[in-house]
C-alpha cells in the first residue's frame, strides 16, 4: 500500500492504494467520482477518459501512484453548481448522447482537443474522438455539438446559439 | 386546430424551452418548472397534427449523461456489499468429473463459492429452458459458467476463482451447423437432433416457375457472429434479505420476463422478488434475458450481504448472446425482363449452445427472407441448430440483417448479369399498395418504390458513381 497525493478538480486529495489500483479505481471508488466509466478495462473504449495535466487519458491504463503529485480533472469538474460547460450544454441540447455510457468520456477527449484547438476542423474532432467507441449514437451529433462549442467560442460570446427547430 | 388547454397559466413550451437551457438560471440538480393543476390530457382530433410535431424536444436523461450523474449499476455500492465472479468453463464440450472449491474458500476475504449443483432449478431460457444458470454435469460451450465467488473486493474474487479446480472429461464438440444438422454429428442436447427449430413458408409453385424462367441464379451468404458490445458491461446487485425477499438492480432490459426465470430458477414465487431496471448503458438485444441474476441472488443469500457482479468485456464476448450467423442459399428465376417468376431459399441458423431467442429470429428471418419483391412462386424452409459455441440470441433486427445483405446482393448479381440497372430491377419486382407477401399478408401504406426514387434522386444515383 502507498499513499498517493494529487489535485482532483481543483482540490487536493489523498488516498492509500494498492499498488496495482488504477487511476479509475481510485476515483471510482474511493473518491465516489463515478463519472469516468469502465468499459473494457484495456483501453479500448475510452469511457474512462479523463484529463491528466491538460491530457486526455484513459484512467484505466494509469496506475493512481502514476498520477500522483498530478492535475486531475474528471467530468464532475466540468460544471459548476450555476452553469453547465459549455460541451455539457451542446451535448444536451444537440440530443448527442442515447445510452449516454460514453458520454463522460466523449465529453473529456472534447474539452482535450478545444484546449489545445480551438478551431477543429470535422476531421480533427474524428482524430480526437477515434478513442471514444460509441454503439449508439453514430457520432453524427456529437461532432455537430463540438463544433457549436468552437464557433460560439470564437465568436466571443460564451452563449450558444438558441436551438432550431427540427425540419 | 385550437387546444383549450384551459389551464390558468398555460404553458409555453418556447420559455419552457428557455427556461431549461438558459444557463444563467440553472441550478443543479434542475428541477422541472411546476405544472399547475388539474392537468387535462389534451386530445387531439383525428388526422389534426398533435402539439409535439414540429417541437424541439431534448432527452429528459441528457443532462445527467452529459454531467456523469447517471447512476450506472456499476455506479452504485451498498455498504458490505460484496463483489462476485464467475468462473469460465475454458473448454466447449465436456462432462464435469469434480469441482474442488476448498483452496477458493480458505482464502481470506472469500465469503462465499457457489456451484451448479446448489442451484434449485438450474435451467432457464425464454423459449426453451436448456440452458444451465451454471454448469453441473456438462459444459456445452466455452463460456459457459462453472462455479462463482463472493469476496470482499474483486480482485480477491478473481484471484479466489483461479484456484477454484474443475476436472473435465472431454466429450466430442461440434463447431459448423451444416455439419451439426448431420446423424452422426455430436449431439450438443443429446440425445435429441441438433436441429431445434425448423420453419417453412411455401406460396405457388416455384419448380415450375423455375422451368418457366429465362434465367435462373443460384448463390450461398453468409455472415458472421456478431457480439452486441454495448459500452457497458452486463451488471447486477442482488440482496437477498432475511424476510426471504431478494431484490436485484439489473442491467435486464425485460425486467418483468427476467423476474419469471429467475422465479423458476430459485424455485421461488415471483412475488418474493424484486427487479429494478435501472438506465441501461447500452442492450441491443443483449441484455434481453437473465445471465448472473440468480447466481448473485444465491450468493447473497449465502452471506447475508448485497452482492455486485460485472462481467468483464471477455466475458461479454464469450458467455453472453450474440447475432447469429446465418448461412443463406438463394435460388431465384426471372423472366428476360428481371422480373422474379420464382426464388427458393434455404437457411441455416448457428444457435450456439442455447436456444435464446433463435425461434423469434427464426421466424422473423422467414417471413423476410424472400425480399420486399412481389413473388408468386416462394419455398423457404430454415433450420436452427445447435453448436458447441457461444450462444446466439436477440439482436437488432431478429434475422433481418443477415437475409437482407443476402437477398439485395443476389439482386445486384441479377442485375449485373442481365445488364439492368440495381435501382430499376428493384422498382420492377417491389412490392406495391396491395401486395401480399409470402404468409399471405395483405399490405398496404406501401412506399418502396418511393423511397427508392426519393433516395436515388438525392444522392444522384442518375449522375453515376464517382
Known amino acids: 500500500m502507498s499513499s498517493v497525493t494529487m489535485k482532483v478538480n481543483g482540490e487536493t486529495r489523498t488516498a492509500t492504494v494498492a499498488p496495482e489500483t488504477t487511476l479509475l479505481k481510485l476515483l471510482r471508488e474511493q473518491f465516489n467520482l463515478t ?19 491538460g491530457q486526455a487519458v484513459n484512467a484505466c491504463l494509469m496506475l493512481a501512484d502514476q498520477a500522483s503529485g498530478r492535475d ?22 444537440h440530443a448527442a448522447l442515447q445510452c449516454g455510457f460514453c458520454g463522460p468520456g466523449v465529453i473529456m477527449s472534447a474539452k482535450a482537443l478545444l484546449d489545445e484547438n480551438p478551431d477543429p476542423s470535422v476531421q480533427e474532432i474524428n482524430d480526437a474522438l477515434a478513442g471514444n467507441l460509441c454503439r449508439c449514437t453514430g457520432y453524427t451529433k456529437m461532432v455537430a455539438a463540438i463544433q457549436d462549442v468552437a464557433r460560439s467560442r470564437n465568436a466571443g460570446s460564451a452563449k450558444l446559439p438558441a436551438p432550431r427547430n427540427v425540419r | 386546430m385550437t387546444v383549450d388547454t384551459k389551464l390558468e397559466t398555460p404553458i409555453d413550451a418556447q420559455s419552457l424551452n428557455q427556461a431549461v ?48 450523474q447517471t447512476k450506472y449499476i456499476d455506479d452504485i455500492a451498498f455498504p458490505g456489499m460484496l463483489h462476485a465472479k464467475i468462473k469460465r468453463a475454458g473448454v466447449a464440450s465436456a462432462r464435469i468429473v469434480r469441482v474442488d472449491t476448498s483452496a477458493a474458500e480458505a482464502m481470506p476475504g472469500v465469503m462465499a463459492v457457489l456451484t451448479g449443483r446448489e442451484i434449485p432449478v438450474n435451467s432457464f431460457g425464454p423459449s426453451f429452458q436448456d440452458q444451465p444458470v451454471l454448469a453441473d454435469e456438462r459444459v456445452f460451450h466455452a463460456g459457459d459458467g462453472v462455479a462463482a465467488v463472493a469476496a470482499v473486493t474483486e480482485q480477491i474474487a478473481l484471484d479466489a476463482i483461479d484456484k477454484i479446480k474443475v476436472e473435465y472429461e472431454p466429450l466430442p464438440a461440434v463447431f ?17 437432433s441438433n436441429i431445434y427449430a425448423t420453419k417453412v413458408i411455401k406460396r405457388g409453385d416455384p419448380d415450375r416457375g423455375f422451368a418457366a424462367s429465362a434465367h435462373v441464379f443460384e448463390r450461398q451468404f453468409r455472415t458472421q457472429m456478431v457480439e452486441h458490445v454495448p459500452l457497458e458491461p452486463h451488471a447486477t446487485i442482488a440482496d437477498w434479505d432475511a424476510n426471504g425477499r431478494v431484490t436485484l438492480w439489473s442491467t435486464l432490459g425485460r425486467i418483468t420476463l427476467g423476474r419469471t426465470d429467475i422465479a423458476r430458477t430459485l424455485k421461488m414465487p415471483v412475488n418474493r422478488i424484486r427487479v429494478v431496471g435501472t438506465i441501461v448503458g447500452g442492450n441491443f438485444g443483449g441484455k434481453n434475458e437473465i445471465t448472473q441474476e440468480p447466481v448473485l441472488a444465491l450468493l447473497s443469500k449465502k452471506t447475508g450481504r448485497p452482492v455486485k457482479g460485472v462481467f468483464s468485456r471477455r466475458e461479454e464476448f464469450i458467455s453472453t448472446t450474440t447475432r447469429h450467423p446465418f448461412i443463406m442459399d438463394y435460388k431465384t428465376g426471372v423472366d428476360k425482363e428481371g422480373r422474379i417468376i420464382a426464388r427458393k431459399v434455404r437457411l441455416v441458423l448457428d444457435g450456439g449452445a442455447y ?7 427464426l421466424g422473423k428471418a422467414c417471413i423476410l427472407a424472400p425480399g420486399p419483391y412481389n413473388i408468386d412462386n416462394v419455398h423457404v424452409e430454415a433450420f436452427v441448430v445447435y453448436t458447441n459455441k457461444t450462444m446466439t440470441g436477440a439482436m437488432r433486427g431478429f434475422g433481418a440483417p443477415q437475409v437482407c445483405f443476402a437477398y439485395e446482393s443476389h439482386m445486384d448479381d441479377i442485375a449485373a448479369a442481365l445488364g439492368i440497372d440495381p435501382l430499376e430491377i428493384r422498382l420492377r419486382n417491389a412490392f406495391g399498395e396491395g401486395s401480399i407477401s409470402p404468409t399471405g399478408q395483405v399490405l398496404h401504406s406501401v412506399v418502396v418504390r418511393d423511397s427508392l426514387l426519393k433516395a436515388a434522386e438525392r444522392f444522384g444515383w442518375r449522375e453515376g458513381r464517382p
Open chain 2, 355 to 361: 436456444c435464446s431467442w433463435s425461434e423469434t429470429t
Open chain 1, 72 to 93: 486531475v480533472l474528471t467530468i464532475e469538474g466540468l460544471a459548476t453548481r450555476d452553469r453547465l460547460h459549455p460541451l455539457q450544454q451542446a451535448f444536451e441540447v
Open chain 1, 35 to 53: 463519472g469516468a466509466k469502465l468499459g473494457c478495462d484495456v483501453g479500448d473504449c475510452g469511457a474512462c477518459t479523463v484529463m491528466v495535466d
Open chain 2, 21 to 68: 437551457l438558459e444557463p444563467a438560471t440553472l441550478r443543479l440538480p434542475a428541477v422541472i418548472p411546476p405544472v399547475p393543476f388539474p392537468i387535462e390530457t389534451l386530445v387531439p382530433d383525428t388526422r389534426q397534427q398533435t402539439p409535439a410535431v414540429g417541437q424541439r424536444a431534448t432527452r429528459p436523461d441528457g443532462r445527467l449523461h452529459g454531467l456523469g
Open chain 2, 176 to 192: 459448423d451447423p451444416v455439419e451439426a444438422m448431420q446423424e452422426r454429428a455430436p449431439r450438443v442436447h443429446g440425445p435429441n
